[in-house]
Nanobody
Framework: QVHLVESGGGWVQPGGSLTLSCTASTFTFKNTIATSWYRQAPGKERDLVAHITTPDGKTNYPDSVKGRFTISRDDGKNAVYLQMNNLKPEDTAVYYC?????????????????WGQGTQVTVAS
């Protein structure tokens, strides 16, 4: 069963921008503890690039993307976004959305981790 779907990837020139979307099909993001974006380049490990907590929306980023990437959540659209600006060739990777689902947000019970299938981002001239 597919729980998360990413979209918005593609090819962009250096310095350009892209916005990735992550939508949930079997739950609402209000029933999560946190949602993150990761990326994985060929031959490299999967790295965290953005993280947002629920419900307070606290965010954090690694230094490699700080000031260029912004993660946000729209509860009305049941989606999490990754706005990427000033893209560099080293940002080229498959980007994945991941969330920690909870059946009871107050008690943080029934925790499950869901991943999307990934979306390719290519930054090149």
């Amino acid at each position: 069963q597919v729980h998360l779907v990413e979209s918005g990837g593609g090819w962009v020139q250096p310095g350009g921008s892209l916005t990735l979307s992550c939508t949930a099909s079997t739950f609402t993001f209000k029933n999560t503890i946190a949602t993150s974006w990761y990326r994985q380049a060929p031959g490299k490990e999967r790295d965290l690039v953005a993280h947002i907590t629920t419900p307070d929306g606290k965010t954090n980023y690694p230094d490699s993307v700080k000031g260029r990437f912004t993660i946000s959540r729209d509860d009305g659209k049941n989606a999490v976004y990754l706005q990427m600006n000033n893209l560099k060739p080293e940002d080229t990777a498959v980007y994945y959305c991941s969330t920690v689902y909870t059946s009871n947000p107050e008690l943080r019970e029934g925790l499950k981790i869901y991943w999307g299938q990934g979306t390719q981002v290519t930054v090149a001239s």
